[in-house]
Each structure stands twice: as structure tokens, then as C-alpha cells.
């Protein structure tokens, strides 16, 4: 066997560098199959592209599946690079074709270690050939086929003889099929689908139908009816709709009917129904509505809408010309996409792809050659897997604030970890019915009126009667989500709590400190940040706690951090910083880098650590050869130390902004338990991955009890 190099990577010549996902026909989820690939893909490491051998492009619009796996990929390559032809092309002259599939296809694969090629989808010109067609770009680009297919409405042997005809034309094209993934299998009927291909040769993956990924969103459903937004909250557009009725019946016979995420269609002209479900969506204990249609061309009568305007509701309410029976069979033949706009229905893809497959079995049949790049989406995806593993309870003090809703729906539907919400459940509750978000299982508490509040001020009061804390102070703190919270943590009934979306980070860590406090062995509490770049991760501390540490601090900081790094998988090689490398320089702020290391070195002697080194010396290994070439961390670090938070905070925020890293923390260390805190800038992405941190960090802490 022999080995080909690529840059700094070397890759078997055996193994393969692209996948090809392929269907036999339309409306396959293949997108939610192509997503959750993707996500696999980058989990795994190296440069991950995208390209579509033949686009899908049409009335002047872009590929929304290629858009939608772009904003994914690990690569950045340019939209109109990663798409091969047209379907004009292919019929035009096909062989023509094929030799520009295959030149394009190259230039991506020359910026990539692997690619995720996704075939046609029978939407714009499907025709019996077109299976073929794409086994016949497979088999010219040496790529193994991933089959789709789908199973709603078919039964386990009709899936079975459709899987044997694919696989037929498959191999007449001289491609080769390694997995097929039957998608949008009825639940009740996945074990004997399963059961029904055994023996087809491939391996074999079924995903469930979910309702979330087929369902229109209102602005599918107002695009599809050439409607308009008459009243309501556009953003809430997005929200998908589950359901579907004809309001055709009296108001409070609609009421009856109502069901979560349903689309009422009535005329605009009942103003009855418009109103009883206009005011039933804002009214608890009536189920929270995708939106309302009013069709027929008319508008509601002067005096209603002066009243729906004065109710100011946030219900989308679409207007459109259609009679009920048109506007009806259209919504009802309007099928969701999975664009990149569509939260729910990408976090709902890759929940159902971690779920149901096997990544380590999947991986071993499309025999992948695996680069040691560590990317930001491998890092990430690692993550969520290591939370998963063992799962863990997490208190969110935030619980009215909607990005930790948007992010607690990512957790719970991905299974990363078990939350608590803390605040008033009557505004939690109808924030998650604004946001349209699905939050099962999820406790609420509310500290003001919670049986825990007194416990836990009895407890508090105890724990700091040397600082004279009476028991109505105490009790007063146990109202405060951020006491409460760090209560709930220290007393383990959460393993861990994450805050400061919203409030300072004094206000996140001050209860720590005087109630969870630091591990044995460590005075200082810091932070690091993991600083994803484009193939490695590296640590960086401390840049979010100590302004200006002490030698002995500094050291501090140095052994959390290396113990931080290799409780991530990342292992510790330490550079404790400053603007001279070695013994050439002096002066008060190197001499205390100089101590520190000192200090380091003899708390912990098996660490590889070098110090005062500057940044560029750490982590280039051509400068290392010229200042320090004997050193074993010296160009190759992977734990860079600060000398104060200044430099720090600085540092961390130029290389996220000018290298376009992803900064994942800030992480707090040195606390008996994991309490992390966010920045008030933090969005949905960070605080899902601030989360499984803490999750991991929490299973970190059991284990070394």
C-alpha cells in the first residue's frame, strides 16, 4: 500500500476522499441526511467541502441545499465553485457534462481532505436516468454511494424491492453502493423496515419521519400563496406549521379544534374566528398557533382591524387572494425546506442523525482516510459526543431570556444534557410559546416561591455566619437566580450551571467563590478560552478573571489550564508568555513569567512547560528552531499562558476577529464544581457549547472524586 502527501497530511491511497450521496427519487430528506453527514464528516477532522455535481438552480435562485451545507462545511469555499453543472447541461450533451462534473469536482477536491458530494434531487427535471446519471459521476469521481430512500407510504417489502432496483442501477454504472439510509420511516414500522433489508449487501441506517422537517414554515406557506404579512411578528415567520384546519366552522368549534404549531385558514371577512384565535394564542392553557391565513382577497372590516392593530398581536396573520378551498389544497402541497434559515429543522436533522446512526460503524463503511487535523466543527461535534456520553444536569439561572430558550431547545433535542430553567414559569412558558420552541422534560423554578429557597438560605446563612450573614440576607441572596442556581449546584441537585447572557460576570462568579470556592491545591480561580482555529485547537488563559496575577498566580493559571486542556482531549504543552523568550530579556514583567515558570516546574514536574517565551516562538515551529531549538514546547504549544488580563483579553479578541477563530469560552477553573460564565454578547452556538463544556467538566469532576 502505498501513501500520497497532502501538505503536512499523509493519506492512504486506499481509502477514500469524497462520499456520494445519491437518491432514487424525490422528497428522500436527503438534505437532512446531507446535513447530518456533514456533521460526521467534521467531526472527524481535516478540510471538509461541499459540491453538487449538478445544481438544482432556478428562477434566478440559489441552491438553498448547497447554501445550507456551505454554512457548514470547514472549508469556505466560494458557492459558485462547489457547483459542477446545470441540469440544461446534462441534457444538452451528458458526457460534456460529466468532463466538467469531473474538472470542477477536482478543483474542490485539491482545498479539501474529504468532500460531501450531493447528487440531484428529482425536483427540477426527474427522469428514470437520473439514478444512473449520478452513479456514473460516482463512479468517475471514485467515490462510494451513500443511497437514500424514503419509506413513507411504502411498506418494509416495498422498501426493500425499491433499495434492490437502486442498487441494481448503482452497479451497472460500475459505482459502488456502502450504506443506504432509509429516511422517513413511520416509527412504528422502523424494526420491521430494518428487518426487511437485512442481507441487501450495504449497511443499513433508518431514520424516523419527524413532522418538524416536512412541515412548511408560514413564510413557505405566504411565498407558496403569493401572500402577505398583514399582522404579527415577521421573525416568528420561521415558525413551522405542524398542523392545518379550515376555520370554516363557528369561533368557539375552531377553539376546539386548535392544536400546537397548527395554520388556521378562514376568511378574512369571519371575524369571529379571526379575533377567538387571535386572542386564544395570548391566553394560557389554549395551544400556541403557527399562524393564521385569511384568504379570498378581502381585509378584515375597518372596526376589527382597528382592533387586531390596538391588540398589537405578535401571531403571524398572512392575507391572501385564493378561495378557502385553493388556498387550502396549496398550503396543504406545500412541503418545509431545509434551508439555512431553518433552525429547528437543522438542529431536528442532526438530532435524528446522531440518534439513529452509528458514526464509528458508519465511518468504518465508507473507509474515509482521516487526516490529524483538529477543525472547529470536529472540536464542537466532540463536544456535544463527550456531554452525550454521560449525561449531566445543568441549571440555567436565564430561564426568561430567549437565547438561552433557542439554546436549550439545541440541547434537548440533540440530548447533550439535562436543564433546569430558573425564573417565573408563567413568562418562561410563554416565551418558549413566542419563540415556538420545544422545551419537554425541562424543570422550571421559580426562587421567589420555591420549597428550595429556604433550605438553601438555612444553608447559605451557615455557610458564612464567619461573615456575620443573617438569615433575611440570606434569604433575600436565595432570590437571586444566581445564588439560587450556585445553591442548587453545590448541594447536587445540578452538576453545573451556566449564566451571563444577561447579567455581569461578578454577578455569575461571586456566588461561586463563596459557596462552591476552589479545589484543593488552587488559590486562583481563572478562565481559558478554547480557540478553535482552521486545523487546531489551542488554550488560552487567562483572559477573562485576573487582571494582573502574581507569579504564584500565573502558575496557578498554568496548571488549571494544562489540566483544562487535557480534560478536552488536547494535550497540555505550555507556554507561559511575554515579550522576551528565554534568557534574553529582563525586567520586572519578566522576571515574574521567569518565577512563575519556576513554580510550575516544581509543582508539577512531568508537565512540559517553558517560559518566558514570546507568542510567535510558542507556536511557529521555524521561529522556534531559531530561539529555542531544544525545546520540546517550543513551536508546537498548545497551552499559551498570559501575562495579565490585558494582554489576555486583547490577544484572544484579535486572533477570533483577524484569523476568524471560534472562541469558545470564556471556561472557568480551579472550582470544586463547574460554574461558567457567558459574555452578554454570547450567541445561541456559544452557549450550547459553554453547556457541554460544563457538562464534560461536571463528568470530569465525578470522575476524579
Request: hydrophobic share 45%; net charge negative.
Amino acid at each position: 500500500m502505498t501513501d500520497r502527501s497532502k501538505g503536512d497530511q499523509t493519506v492512504s491511497e486506499t481509502a477514500h476522499s469524497a462520499i456520494y450521496l445519491a437518491s432514487a427519487e424525490g422528497e428522500t430528506g436527503k438534505s437532512t441526511i446531507a446535513l447530518g453527514l456533514l456533521a460526521l464528516l467534521s467531526a472527524t477532522g481535516g478540510r471538509i467541502g461541499v459540491f453538487r455535481p449538478i445544481s438544482r438552480t432556478h428562477d434566478g435562485k440559489d441552491d438553498y441545499i448547497l447554501e445550507l451545507l456551505l454554512a457548514h462545511d470547514s472549508v469556505g469555499l466560494d458557492y459558485a465553485d462547489c457547483i459542477g453543472v446545470t441540469y440544461d447541461q446534462v441534457h444538452a450533451d451528458p458526457d460534456g457534462a460529466l468532463a466538467t462534473i469531473v474538472d470542477r469536482f477536482h478543483a474542490v477536491q485539491e482545498q479539501c481532505d474529504t468532500v460531501l458530494v450531493v447528487g440531484s434531487d428529482y425536483t427540477d427535471v426527474g427522469n428514470p436516468s437520473e439514478l444512473s446519471y449520478n452513479a456514473r459521476i460516482a463512479a468517475n469521481l471514485a467515490s462510494p454511494i451513500v443511497l437514500a430512500l424514503r419509506a413513507n407510504d411504502r411498506s418494509p417489502q416495498d422498501v426493500r424491492g425499491m433499495a434492490e432496483h437502486a442498487l441494481a442501477e448503482i452497479s451497472a454504472a460500475h459505482a459502488t453502493a456502502v450504506a443506504v439510509i432509509v429516511n422517513r420511516v413511520t416509527p412504528r414500522m422502523q424494526a420491521a423496515t430494518r428487518e426487511a433489508l437485512d442481507g441487501i449487501g450495504p449497511g443499513v441506517w433508518v431514520l424516523p419521519e419527524d413532522p418538524v422537517l416536512s412541515a412548511p414554515t408560514m413564510a413557505e406557506l405566504s411565498e407558496a400563496l403569493h401572500g402577505h404579512l398583514y399582522s404579527g411578528d415577521e421573525e416568528l415567520l420561521d415558525r413551522e406549521a405542524l398542523h392545518m384546519m379550515v376555520g370554516g366552522m363557528t369561533a368557539e368549534h375552531c377553539l376546539e379544534r386548535l392544536e400546537e404549531g397548527m395554520v388556521v385558514i378562514a376568511p378574512a371577512d369571519r371575524s369571529d374566528v379571526l379575533l377567538a384565535l387571535v386572542n386564544a394564542n395570548s391566553a394560557q392553557g389554549f395551544p400556541k398557533l403557527a399562524g393564521l391565513i385569511l384568504n379570498g382577497g378581502l381585509k378584515p372590516h375597518p372596526m376589527i382591524d382597528a382592533l387586531v392593530r390596538g391588540l398589537n398581536p405578535t401571531l403571524p396573520i398572512i392575507c391572501c387572494e385564493q378561495s378557502t378551498y385553493e388556498t387550502a389544497r396549496i398550503a396543504s402541497h406545500t412541503r418545509g425546506k431545509m434551508a439555512n434559515q431553518s433552525v429547528r429543522k437543522v438542529e431536528t436533522s442532526l438530532a435524528l442523525m446522531e440518534d439513529h446512526i452509528d458514526p464509528n460503524k458508519l465511518m468504518a463503511d465508507l473507509n474515509l482516510a482521516i487526516p490529524e487535523v483538529v477543525t472547529p466543527q470536529m472540536f464542537e461535534y466532540q463536544l456535544a459526543a463527550r456531554a452525550k456520553a454521560d449525561l449531566r444536569h445543568i441549571v440555567l439561572p436565564e430561564g426568561e431570556e430567549p437565547r438561552i430558550l433557542r439554546a436549550a431547545a439545541q440541547l434537548v433535542a440533540r440530548g447533550v444534557a439535562r436543564l433546569t430553567l430558573l425564573g417565573d414559569a408563567e413568562k418562561v412558558d410563554a416565551q418558549i410559546a413566542e419563540l415556538g420552541v420545544s422545551l419537554p422534560e425541562v424543570d422550571i423554578i421559580n426562587p421567589f416561591d420555591s420549597e428550595l429557597t429556604e433550605r438553601f438560605a438555612v444553608e447559605y446563612a451557615e455557610l458564612r455566619k464567619h461573615k456575620n450573614v443573617a438569615l433575611d440576607r440570606a434569604r433575600d441572596l436565595m432570590r437571586d437566580v444566581s445564588y439560587f442556581g450556585t445553591m442548587m449546584v453545590h448541594d447536587g441537585l445540578a452538576d453545573g450551571m451556566v449564566s451571563g447572557s444577561v447579567h455581569t460576570t461578578a454577578h455569575t462568579i461571586r456566588p461561586a467563590f463563596e459557596i462552591i470556592k476552589t479545589k484543593p491545591g488552587v488559590d486562583t480561580v481563572s478562565s481559558v478560552f478554547f480557540m478553535c482555529l482552521a486545523d487546531r485547537v489551542l488554550t488560552y488563559g487567562d483572559c477573562a478573571v485576573v487582571p494582573d496575577p502574581t507569579a504564584e498566580q500565573l502558575a496557578d493559571i498554568a496548571i488549571s489550564s494544562a489540566e483544562t486542556a487535557a480534560a478536552f482531549g488536547i494535550v497540555p504543552r505550555v507556554a507561559l508568555l511575554s515579550y522576551s523568550t528565554g534568557e534574553s530579556g529582563s525586567g520586572a514583567e519578566v522576571d515574574k513569567v521567569r518565577s512563575a515558570t519556576a513554580i510550575v516546574r516544581e509543582r508539577k514536574p512531568d508537565l512540559l512547560v517553558e517560559g518566558p517565551i514570546q507568542y510567535d516562538a510558542a507556536v511557529e515551529p521555524s521561529v522556534a528552531m531559531t530561539k529555542m531549538p531544544d525545546s520540546p514546547v517550543a513551536g508546537q504549544a498548545t497551552v499559551l499562558i498570559f501575562p495579565d488580563l490585558n494582554t489576555g483579553n486583547n490577544t484572544y479578541k484579535a486572533v477570533q476577529r483577524s484569523a476568524g477563530a471560534i472562541a469558545i469560552g470564556p471556561v472557568l477553573q480551579g472550582l470544586n464544581k463547574p460554574i461558567n460564565d457567558l459574555s452578554r454578547g454570547a450567541l445561541v452556538a456559544d452557549i450550547v457549547n459553554t453547556v457541554a463544556i460544563t457538562a464534560i467538566q461536571a463528568q470530569t469532576t465525578e470522575t476524579a472524586k
